[in-house]
């Protein structure tokens, strides 16, 4: 093999090639082929690093099998060379970049010539892995109706346990020049797979099937189960090995691509090229697509709270605006009244301005709320009052012209909503001490409005609340979202995680505020909860919780239920209720009505807490 001729400094300056990422493309051995008489072959493009020792330079008459076509989005054809070297860590696939549709044919045997080149789905910026490609190809057909090369297996037994090796400190952190160590980290197997016809057999749907007709398996069905059939997200170092992204080769117009719930089984052999893609990494591009088998899942349906029982519930309800269908209203209110048992107290995420998305000031939500309200009613829920405050126009971030906020739903036949002074988009809420108890100065009122954390992100909304004759503090949050993050396939590892620093700053100033609270009254009933757009480990969590604060509820699940969301096959923790040292008792609930169907009302999943102040 030509990866283990000797190095010279000679070749390594012809071949050295600035990329994107701030790496040298800088193995030497691939190129003294390129400039010897032997002709170059997929291995020696792809070499033994993420980034090709050829990208940038010319070559001619590449051979390979035509394993899959792609007729739309990127197109182009993957070929694979059937005479396989003796490296693990050498792809012998290869993405040919063809920008209009591909002339050959799965089973082709073609040679081709272009520029060797390393593609970053998504920008430099997104952090992710490159592609390695060979784009403005001259292709030779030699001969049609060739056997594929045997497929590469992705299974539980060949997927390494550990996910990814640290980053070079001295790159940055990234991983593009370390050497593949495919029999050790995951992603350096897949990327050593990169290209070429691989295989999995039968497998959990992990992650159900999105509008991009493309869905998430596991081939490791034990790895961090989560009791529904879904695989846990638990920590920073749980990445789950064993997920994969599914997409067909078949355009749509001639295969419909199978719709699949979480806990369904992708059966048979699914067999396709190995593509990299800026929306979930590695995937396999099926040539051959398994078939759906489906299981029992159904939504879940929290019990109802006791006639001394508060329910406290926190939901997302997706850019909710007046011009939504009927049935988006219908369908969330229905969740409201059967799913979610008509909570007292429901604090809602993403109810936009009277119409929605367009962009000409308007900030009032009356008509969203009226709306929503009334299809609760129609349900068979109660009739729900709200109390919310109107954000400055595009101020608070979300989709632009919409004007998000939270907002309060509550059921007046069970607890009453205590009016103080309703602050204003720019007025801070405070505490003060009455008659031995804390109150706030505004209810409902904003959490430090002006605290730059809050800048194009939605500021907390602070409520009192009486239920039995006792108080209970209510903050509703949508923390800022995990928009600009790396994914897990990043070639920094540790993937960088920009978006933490600012929900770092917005969870120390909600703290702040609730340990106002208890400074004024030991004792107070203070419910924290909301999108809070982070893991139950984070240090986001953790500040929120600083000091004993608060207590994140969702940890009093077993981990195999800590989940409000799905990203990607991996099922996480995005959405959560907190609680202050005085609520010791209670009972909690992620109900799972949305986030690992297809059909979906909301991309999350509401909580239920239900405690006796």
Do not use: C
């Not at 090709?52 to 394993?67: E, F, N, R």
């Not at 509550?410 to 103080?420: I, K, L, Q, Y």
């Amino acid at each position: 093999m030509r990866s283990s001729h000797p190095r010279s400094a000679a070749v390594a300056a012809l071949v050295a090639t600035a990329l994107a990422t701030g790496l040298l493309a800088g193995s030497a051995d691939a190129a003294e082929g390129a400039v010897s008489a032997d002709p170059i072959r997929i291995h020696d493009i792809q070499g033994t690093t993420r980034i090709s020792p050829l990208a940038g330079k010319q070559v001619a008459d590449v051979a390979g099998i035509v394993t899959g076509v792609r007729t739309y989005g990127s197109r182009g054809f993957w070929i694979q060379d059937p005479d396989a070297d003796d490296n693990d860590a050498t792809s012998e696939g290869v993405f040919v970049f063809t920008s209009s549709v591909p002339t050959v044919a799965v089973g082709d045997a073609v040679t081709v010539s272009g520029t060797v080149g390393e593609y970053i789905p998504g920008g430099v910026a997104s952090g992710n892995q490159s592609v390695t490609q060979i784009s403005k190809p001259t292709v030779k057909v030699v001969s049609s109706g060739n056997a594929l090369p045997a497929a590469a297996a992705i299974n539980e037994y060949t997927v390494p346990a550990e996910y990814a090796p640290a980053g070079d400190p001295a790159a940055g952190g990234s991983i593009n020049g370390l050497a593949l160590e495919p029999g050790r980290y995951a992603l350096d197997f897949y990327e050593a797979l990169e290209g070429m016809n691989v295989a999995i057999g039968t497998s959990r749907v992990v992650g159900a099937t999105d509008p991009y007709a493309e869905l998430w398996v596991t081939v490791k069905g034990w790895e961090n189960a989560a009791r529904r059939g879904g695989t846990v997200y638990g920590s920073y170092e749980s990445q789950n090995t064993g997920r994969l992204q599914i997409q067909q080769l078949a355009p749509l117009a001639q295969q419909p691509f199978p719709v699949a719930n979480v806990g369904d089984k992708l059966t048979g052999t699914t067999e396709g090229p190995l593509d990299f893609n800026q929306f979930g990494g590695y995937t396999l591009v099926a040539r051959t697509l398994g078939t759906v088998k489906a299981g029992t899942l159904a939504p879940e349906k929290t019990k109802a709270q006791s006639p001394g029982e508060l329910a406290v519930a926190t939901y997302n309800v997706e850019n909710l605006d007046p011009t939504d269908p009927q049935e988006k209203f219908d369908n969330l209110a229905k969740a409201v009244v059967e799913n979610l048992a008509s909570p007292d107290i429901l604090a809602l995420e993403e109810i936009q301005d009277d119409n929605g998305a367009k962009n000409d000031g308007t900030v009032s939500a009356e008509q969203t709320l009226t709306k929503f309200t009334e299809a609760i009613a129609a349900a068979g829920g109660p009739a729900y009052q709200w109390r919310t405050i109107n954000p400055e126009d595009k101020k608070d971030g979300g989709e632009p012209g919409g004007n998000i906020r939270q907002v309060f739903l509550f059921n007046p036949a069970r607890v009453s909503f205590t009016d103080r002074a309703a602050g204003d988009a720019t007025t801070a809420n405070g505490v003060v001490r009455e008659n031995g108890h804390a109150a706030l100065t505004h209810s409902p009122g904003r959490i430090d409005p002006a605290n730059p954390a809050w800048a194009d992100s939605r500021k907390p909304l602070a409520g009192e609340f009486v239920f039995r004759g006792r108080t209970v503090f209510v903050i509703a949050n949508h923390f800022g979202s995990k928009g600009g993050d790396e994914g897990l396939t990043s070639h920094h590892q540790p993937p960088v995680r920009k978006s933490e620093e600012k929900r770092l700053l917005q969870a120390q100033a909600v703290n702040g505020f609730v340990k106002e609270i208890l400074a004024a009254e030991k004792q107070a009933n203070v419910v924290v909860l909301g999108d809070i757009n982070d893991f139950e480990f984070s240090a986001t969590t953790e500040a929120l919780a600083d000091g004993g604060a608060l207590y994140p509820a969702i940890k009093s699940l077993p981990k195999s239920e800590r989940y409000s969301y799905v990203f990607q096959g991996n099922a996480q923790v995005l959405d959560q209720i907190l609680t202050s040292p005085s609520i010791r008792n209670f009972s909690y609930d992620s109900v799972h009505i949305n986030a690992e169907f297809s059909a979906q009302n909301s991309d999350h999943d509401p909580q239920v807490l239900r405690f006796r102040p």
